[in-house]
């Protein structure tokens, strides 16, 4: 939901979607989001299809080539209101984080 009609939820509503999204029920959505990326890969492979996953090195180049356009994203963002370079580098905190 948007922030505008976040605000608009009364405090108690707002509690109880805070206490149901804890840690542990992010946990069991990225099991089963990560379950279906393995079942969408077997399928391919099992169609004939090469599942390629990218090197560090690789994975860094595509990061640096793909900059102007997260700069460009950042900048549509803010010009609607969204600090996007601060929602870029949590993303890639949490990326970090987790990656390690």
């Given amino acids: 939901m948007n922030k505008?009609?976040?605000?608009?939820l009364p405090d108690d509503l707002k509690?109880?979607?805070t206490e149901a999204c804890n840690e542990a029920w992010l946990r069991?959505?990225?099991a089963i989001w990560r379950a279906g990326d393995d079942r969408g890969i077997k399928i391919a492979v099992d169609a004939?299809?090469?599942h390629i996953v990218l090197t560090h090195d690789e994975t860094e180049a595509f990061s640096t080539a793909l900059a102007p356009v997260?700069?460009?994203w950042v900048e549509s963002?803010?010009?609607k209101g969204i600090?996007?370079?601060t929602l870029v580098e949590a993303a890639?905190?949490?990326i970090a984080k987790h990656s390690a």
């Fill in 4 to 8: 505008a009609k976040w605000e608009s």
């Fill in 15 to 17: 509690a109880v979607f």
């Fill in 28 to 30: 069991r959505v990225a």
């Fill in 48 to 50: 004939g299809n090469e």
């Fill in 70 to 72: 997260v700069g460009k």
């Fill in 77 to 79: 963002s803010s010009a």
């Fill in 83 to 85: 600090d996007g370079k």
């Fill in 92 to 94: 890639r905190a949490a």
